[in-house]
């Protein structure tokens, strides 16, 4: 942590209030670098180590379509746009894709 001096802190414990687990998705090749969930919460993004993005039903678990593929290396940031029709990425590659 001392070379981290911004990074988060735990202040407290865990919030009592939240629900266990609900479930996991499963389809995944590799590490899953960030994740967003939709504005009406029915679809959820996952940016992957491998280059590729995956679309998943929130509800279900299972995968929307095939991985999107585009970015030359791992995807580091995603995100919805707030009427939900548009997804982006950011990659390490130095990229941002619409």
Not at 10 to 22: G, K, L, M, P, R
Request: charged share 25%.
């Amino acid at each position: 942590m001392d070379k981290f001096c911004r990074s988060a802190k735990i202040i407290s414990d865990h919030n009592a209030t939240w629900s266990v687990v609900q479930g996991e998705l499963h389809g995944h090749s590799g590490s899953v670098e960030c994740v967003a969930f939709s504005a009406d919460g029915k679809r959820i993004m996952s940016g992957l180590e491998y280059k590729t993005i995956r679309l998943w039903d929130a509800e279900m678990g299972e995968p929307l379509q095939a991985p999107l593929e585009g970015h030359q290396d791992p995807v580091l940031s995603v995100a919805f746009s707030p009427d939900g029709k548009r997804i982006v990425s950011g990659s390490f590659d130095k990229t941002i894709q619409l």
